[in-house]
């Protein structure tokens, strides 16, 4: 009976359709990666012993390489919806422009990834390999920035039409429940994104950050990501 109670719950169900999905995989991956890479950065600075940071840097390693290889093709997917964004002329010209340098940023971090990963796997060495890794940082942040512009803007958007809804009516009440909902959603995804912003601009030199601010940042945005699939798959 318990057996039964257990295997039956709605929660493993839940369970399954969640790791059943790539992203998610994919996500519960990212997180354990980033959080290996803020507690190697905590066990060095507290002089733990090599010993005991060198599990968590091999978790770091070789889950980051893994990631690698499920994004394979993926970019496929953002060209595509970039030139879905394009010939979406009803929509706001803002949101559309950077949904389209969204896209675009993503498909090419990830097309410049793929290239990496044949390197870093020991498939097909590369001496440009590193040049290459930069670059792919450099779509990757134009992506996430274009996303940060349109998440602020879309914020600015939802406050406008706030202030002109009248609340003392039903209608009123559920277009500012409706509201409240889209502009969690969309902080949600900005405080994401400035997270996921530190992992590029650390790697471009751009900012000077240590390990332990961009592991601890990869694993909040991680863990976004992790609820909203398990939101999805509900």
């Known amino acids: 009976m318990v057996a039964d109670a257990l295997v039956y719950h709605p929660s493993v169900a839940h369970y399954l359709r969640y790791v059943a999905t790539t992203i998610g995989r994919d996500k519960l991956l990212r997180t354990l990666q980033y959080f290996s890479r803020f507690y190697s950065w905590y066990l060095f600075r507290t002089n733990h012993p090599a010993s005991a940071i060198a599990p968590f840097d091999a978790i770091k390693k070789h889950f980051g390489l893994s990631r690698k290889l499920l994004r394979v093709g993926k970019n496929v997917e953002h060209f595509k919806a970039a030139a879905q964004a394009a010939d979406a002329k009803d929509l706001d010209p803002v949101l559309r422009y950077c949904a389209v340098g969204r896209q675009l940023g993503y498909a090419v971090y990830l097309s410049l990834d793929a290239v990496a990963y044949l390197d870093a796997a020991g498939i097909r060495p590369t001496a440009s390999a590193k040049r290459l890794q930069r670059e792919a940082y450099k779509a990757w942040l134009t ?14 958007q939802l406050k406008q039409r706030a202030e002109v809804i009248d609340r003392k009516e039903g209608e009123g009440v559920v277009e500012s429940k409706k509201l409240e909902r889209e502009r969690q959603a969309t902080h949600l995804q900005l405080i994401s994104d400035l997270c996921d912003i530190t992992v590029p601009t650390s790697a471009l030199g751009y900012l000077n950050l240590d390990e332990g601010v961009v592991g601890l940042a990869g694993t909040v945005s991680s863990l976004i990501g992790v609820y909203g699939v398990w939101k999805k798959t509900a």
């Open 143 to 156: 992506g996430l920035i274009f996303n940060a512009v349109s998440g602020v803007y879309t914020l600015y």
